[in-house]
């Protein structure tokens, strides 16, 4: 039988959880029905297919939609090559276990700077020393500074699953290691690679502090060549620019509603990504 | 019979323990030579300096010759890649990799240049026939070798080693994750392919080696303690030591 003393404690610390579980949730849910509330109703069509105008008065989010997708396709062409690469060379190659294991440290720091130090670092390096000028392109390779670390060590604990045996396998049979690595080590961590870069679509979305230093404000409406070679305000940093600089807080929440649901999608596709290689590969 | 490998005054560190000592050890073709002996004996690490596979582990320092053919393997002027497909592997665990059955048959060829579609069908085709499962999967190639049993995978990993046309196979106690069923089939398998090719055997199973081999080696603490045809190493073995480990009193 439970003493009194001891009920009570259970229940207390029954109700406790109940409480921190309720509250998160609760924040949570009101944070998001807040966003949608606010943001959805200003959603229009009109909003999403037109550039803005101090003019006519118009405002349109085209040019920052086209913004950030120029800015997560560029910095995904560089990003992926070199953070695979580098995680092939350091779990495959490099015989100085030593050294590996302080890049791998300093890679874990470097993902938990705050973004505001690459994007005034980006601003010094990109747009002054280099003479990118404030360009999406100075903006994009800000981030492939910033989501190196997380696409390196995602592929590298990636590659670290696939089995020594099947290692041995293939060398046994006369591989080079480049064709051990290639066809059986790679297609053997697809899923680590292709979840890495999912979540790291996610920061590029969201990330809005390296970008103000480096990519700029503008609105214009431009191809992709063009909008590389200069500035433009992706949809984080619209969105910062509408609501601080210009008090427009509705076209603000549009573009946070209009975030929260990318995320989503994007957090989405990663579980499906993931769960979908888990059922192809079993080891 | 002609010999096909032979070692001398083999040494072998790994770091700063020494597991093989002054290994002396001639293998003679098509036939099958078994290594038995205690568990940490080198039986293995002694299996993996014939086609140089302790070369992947970093710490590893080697002293002495081997030959094949009359060349030192261990010479810089070897191309190991090449040395390991004319001496193959059979491991402890069946390996396939996760991919087709036919693409697992394919991987060896197709690394060693052959593209044409009919020629690496034929090979595919005899290798699991040589390897004696080609009934079991000749309506399934495109499915995943994962999928098999173990017996199964294991008889496939022989014919992924077979499709690279080996003249040695070198097989690391490849029946002790099976059930006695499927060691059968592959004991059979073996005694089947010593017609065209030699066979190294490592087991820790002494019956599987008075079953299976002509010649049988026995390793203790690094060294080669005894070496000579089956049937006698097993009736009248000269060493003490042998004498002991295969009446079972240590082990």
Not at chain 2, 39 to 62: A, E, H, Q, Y
Not at chain 2, 104 to 117: L, M
Not at chain 2, 160 to 167: D, N, S, T
């Amino acid at each position: 039988m439970l003493s009194k003393k001891r009920k009570a404690y259970i229940g207390g610390m029954k109700a406790a959880m109940y409480i921190s579980t309720g509250i998160t949730a609760v924040f949570v849910i009101f944070l998001v029905a807040y966003v949608f509330i606010k943001g959805i109703p200003n959603i229009s069509w009109e909003l999403l297919s037109t550039k803005p105008s101090y003019i006519s008065g118009n405002i349109g989010i085209l040019p920052d939609i086209l913004n950030t997708i120029y800015i997560v396709l560029t910095t995904l062409i560089v990003v992926i090559p070199l953070g695979v690469g580098a995680a092939i060379y350091l779990t495959e190659y490099a015989k100085n276990k030593k050294i590996v294991g302080i890049i791998e440290y300093a890679a874990e720091t470097l993902s938990g700077i705050p973004s505001i130090i690459y994007g005034s670092v980006g601003m010094l390096f990109f747009c002054e020393f280099l003479g990118f000028r404030k360009s999406l392109l100075a903006g994009a390779m800000t981030l492939v500074i910033m989501n190196l670390p997380t696409v390196m060590r995602t592929t590298q604990e990636s590659l670290k699953t696939v089995p020594q045996s099947y290692r041995d396998g293939a060398f046994g049979l006369g591989a080079g290691k480049w064709r051990v690595i290639r066809k059986v080590v790679l297609p053997g961590c697809v899923d680590g690679v292709i979840t890495g870069c999912i979540l790291s679509v996610g920061r590029i979305l969201g990330e809005s502090a390296a970008l103000l230093f480096t990519a700029g404000f503008a609105h214009a409406l431009n191809g992709i060549i063009d909008g590389l070679s200069s500035p433009g305000a992706s949809l984080t940093v619209a969105l910062y620019v509408y609501a601080k600089e210009q008090g427009e807080f509705g076209i603000a929440f549009a573009i946070a509603a209009i975030l929260m649901i990318l995320t989503l999608l994007i957090n989405l596709s990663a579980a499906l990504v993931s769960r979908y290689f888990m059922k192809k590969r079993k080891f | 019979m002609n010999d096909i490998m032979t070692a001398k005054n083999l040494n072998l560190w790994y770091d700063k323990t020494q597991a093989l000592k002054n290994v002396n050890i001639t293998i003679p073709e098509k036939s099958i030579t078994a290594f038995i002996g205690p568990s940490g004996c080198g039986k293995s690490t002694f299996l993996k300096t014939l086609n140089r596979m302790n070369d992947l582990i970093p710490t590893v320092r080697i002293t002495g010759e081997i030959s094949y053919n009359g060349q030192n393997i261990y010479d810089s002027t070897v191309d190991v890649n090449e040395l390991r497909r004319e001496i193959g592997m059979v491991f402890q665990k069946p390996n396939p990799f996760p991919m087709s059955i036919y693409d697992n048959i394919a991987y060896g060829p197709r690394t060693h240049g052959i593209r044409s579609k009919v020629k690496l069908d034929e090979i595919v085709e005899q290798s699991l026939r040589d390897a004696a499962i080609w009934d079991e999967v000749k309506d399934r190639l495109k499915k995943n070798a994962l999928g098999m049993s173990g017996g199964q995978q294991q008889r496939l990993c022989i014919a992924r080693a077979l499709a690279v046309k080996p003249k040695i196979l070198l097989m690391d106690e490849p029946t002790s994750a099976l059930d006695p069923i499927s060691t059968l089939r592959i004991e059979e398998l073996a005694i089947e392919l010593k017609k065209s090719y030699t066979i190294v055997i490592v087991t820790h199973n002494m019956q599987q080696a008075v079953r299976i081999s002509d010649n049988t080696a026995f390793f203790l603490m690094g060294e080669l303690i005894e070496y000579g045809e089956t049937e006698k190493l097993f009736s009248q073995p000269e060493d003490k030591r042998t004498e002991d480990y295969i009446t079972g009193r240590f082990g």
